[in-house]
């Protein structure tokens, strides 16, 4: 049974740090790429970072760059946003997601597997 559990959500002040964290079991997470998205309420999917297989590359939306970091460790089957510097504007329901190719990450259909997301709210 494939899960992918966020994690680490929460309430925090604007100028603030969390740090996400997905667990993954029941497929070979080591041959997938995992992605973080985002949603705000009435708000689209939107992407947000995405790492490749091996860790190697690191992919990043504009509003995420120099803010947000993602790492993984396939050791740990879990994958990672670290997030500083928050704004209200990054308030959403984030959401990890695995596919199985490189390649195409901003394309939610892409993706094999979702995770059931977790809360983020940043306030003023």
């Known amino acids: 049974q494939v899960q992918l559990v966020e994690s680490g959500g929460g309430l925090v002040q604007a100028g603030g740090s969390l740090r996400l964290s997905c667990a993954a079991s029941g497929f070979a997470f080591n041959t997938y790429a995992m992605s973080w998205f985002r949603q705000g309420s009435g708000k689209e999917r939107e992407f947000v970072a995405a790492?490749?297989?091996?860790?190697?590359?690191?992919y990043y939306w504009d509003f995420a760059k120099g803010r947000f970091t993602i790492s993984r460790d396939n050791a740990k089957f879990t994958v990672y946003l670290q997030m500083s510097d928050l704004k209200p504007e990054d308030t959403a329901v984030y959401f990890c997601a695995a596919k199985r190719l490189s390649g195409g990450y901003y394309d939610t259909s892409l993706y094999a597997y979702w995770g059931q997301g977790t809360q983020v709210t940043v306030s003023s």
């Open positions: 790492i490749r297989s091996t860790g190697d590359s690191t």
